[in-house]
Each structure stands twice: as structure tokens, then as C-alpha cells.
């Protein structure tokens, strides 16, 4: 069974930075694309970053959507399981419950599988 849980999330102000954590489990993590992607209050769910898989070291190549490149960082350690998101220069807008998501392969198709969120809030 996939188990993916994410981690991290918390209250900070704005111009702040948080990095987030993300465990897999139940699958061959390297071999999987993996994505943060995130639902603000009221909004629908939005594709935040992917980095694909099919390496044994690293990732493959990354994507950010317009509204956090160049502040945000998406990363994985294959060796661990994890994947990771350096957020930095967080605004109000960045507020959301973020998902950690293993997509069906090693290229980015969408989220599969999610885990359970970790909820992000920026104070103005």
C-alpha cells in the first residue's frame, strides 16, 4: 500500500521560509515522479512542483508552476524515501494545505496518490 506523509507545514510570517518533508512508503520510490501540490481555502487543488524519478541518485527533471519559481525548491533523496520543499519568500497567498503526490511512473502525469497534507499559513 502506498503511504505517503507529509510534514513541516506551520504559522510563519510573510518573507519567511519553511521546508517541507514528505515519507514514502509501500513503492519503489526512486522510480516514480513525485509533486507537491496544494489547496488554498476555498480554491481547487493546484500542481505546485514535480521532480521526475527513474534515477537511482537525484531526480529527473523539475517543473514549478509560474506562482513559485524562483522561491520554492523541490528535491528528493532516493536513498531515504523523502522528498522534500524548500519554500522561500512565503506570501499570504502561499497559504494552503500542501500534499506530497507520487504520480502512475517516472514522468509527471498528475497526482496518483496523496498523503494526508500538511496545512501552511503566512501571517500578513
Do not use: H
Not at 66 to 86: A, C, H, W
Not at 110 to 119: E, I, K, V, Y
Request: charged share 20%; hydrophobic share 30%.
Amino acid at each position: 500500500e502506498v503511504q505517503l506523509v507529509e510534514s513541516g507545514g506551520g504559522l510563519v510570517r510573510v518573507g519567511g521560509s519553511l521546508r517541507l518533508s514528505c515519507a514514502g512508503a509501500g513503492f519503489t520510490f526512486k522510480n516514480y515522479a513525485m509533486s507537491w501540490v496544494r489547496r488554498a481555502p476555498g480554491k481547487e487543488l493546484e500542481w505546485v512542483s514535480n521532480i521526475n524519478g527513474g534515477f537511482t541518485n537525484g531526480g529527473g527533471r523539475i517543473s514549478y508552476a509560474p506562482f513559485v519559481q524562483g522561491r520554492f525548491t523541490i528535491s528528493r533523496d532516493n536513498s531515504k524515501n523523502m522528498l522534500y520543499l524548500e519554500m522561500n519568500d512565503l506570501q499570504p497567498e502561499d497559504t494552503a494545505v500542501y500534499y506530497c503526490a507520487k504520480s502512475k511512473g517516472p514522468f509527471y502525469t498528475g497526482p496518483d496518490n496523496r498523503g494526508p497534507g500538511t496545512q501552511v499559513t503566512v501571517l500578513s
